[in-house]
Structures are given as structure tokens and as C-alpha cells.
């Protein structure tokens, strides 16, 4: 079996083409120009961390990450507001390697817990399995009204 090599670093300027790829893949598509708008505006806040995935030099996953307070629970938690791994790749440990960097970041910032959401569509059934089989919980369901 071929080895690749598998690295996970904070996500830069240069590397928009391939996330643009892997939003269009997260269900969300998105202009080369919006999104480098999009995450110019992200890394100027220390709240957000965002990480990709580059295996053999080509960027194939990525994961964003919020730090929050929360009015219902004390301390800090760490929000994954997006993850995402090339469909080519899936399957392969990118998603958990992902996953435990947002876990490091998260305790470097000091958060009591890492949560996402994840559509309740039937093609998300295996991201769930997934996220179980990571120790995650399913708590609640999500609410979205677009204000514009």
C-alpha cells in the first residue's frame, strides 16, 4: 500500500483555490473571491483558528474552529464550524486527524468542550457514525432563519 504524507497546518492566503474545492464538496460553493473576503476577515480575529490537511503537498481537507462562550454553560468551548475532507480522501484518518487538532487547539485555549452540528439529512448518516465513533454526542437539533 502506498504511503502518503500526511501533514495539518494553519491554513494561509495560497491555499483558496483548494478550500474553494472543499466548500463547493461541504455543500456550501462559494467564489475564489469570496472566500478569500470570507477568511481575510476570519484570521483577523483570534477567536478562529483555521486548519487544513495536505497530504503529499496537495490540500485535501480542512476544519474551522470558533471559540465561544456559552450562556447556558460555563467556561470556554471550542465550536467546529466547518470540516471537510476531499471526497478522494475520505475514509483515510484526515477527518480524525483533523478532529485532534481541533482538540489541541482547543485545550490550548482552555475549552471544556469541542462541538459541532451536522445536517440532519440522509447523507449525513455517516458523518454522524463518524462523529460517534470519535466520542461525540448527539444533543440537539439545529435552527437556521436567514435574516437577508
Avoid: C
Wanted: avoid cysteine.
Amino acid at each position: 500500500m502506498e504511503q502518503h504524507t500526511l501533514v495539518i497546518r494553519e491554513a494561509k492566503q495560497d491555499d483558496m483555490s483548494r478550500l474553494v474545492v472543499l466548500m463547493d464538496q461541504l455543500g456550501y460553493p462559494v467564489s475564489e473571491e469570496d472566500f478569500q473576503t470570507r477568511f481575510a476577515a476570519l484570521q483577523e480575529h483570534s477567536d478562529y483558528q483555521t486548519y487544513v490537511a495536505e497530504s503529499d503537498g496537495e490540500v485535501v481537507g480542512m476544519i474551522g474552529l470558533i471559540k465561544e462562550l456559552r450562556f447556558e454553560r460555563d467556561g470556554m468551548h471550542v465550536r467546529v464550524g466547518a470540516l471537510v475532507v476531499d471526497d478522494r480522501y475520505r475514509g483515510s484518518g484526515i477527518g480524525r486527524a483533523l478532529l485532534l487538532a481541533a482538540e489541541g487547539w482547543a485545550g490550548t485555549v482552555g475549552a471544556r468542550a469541542l462541538a459541532l452540528n451536522s445536517g440532519n439529512r440522509e447523507e449525513r448518516t455517516g458523518a454522524h457514525d463518524f462523529y460517534r465513533h470519535l466520542g461525540f454526542t448527539g444533543t440537539s437539533t439545529g435552527f437556521v432563519k436567514l435574516l437577508h
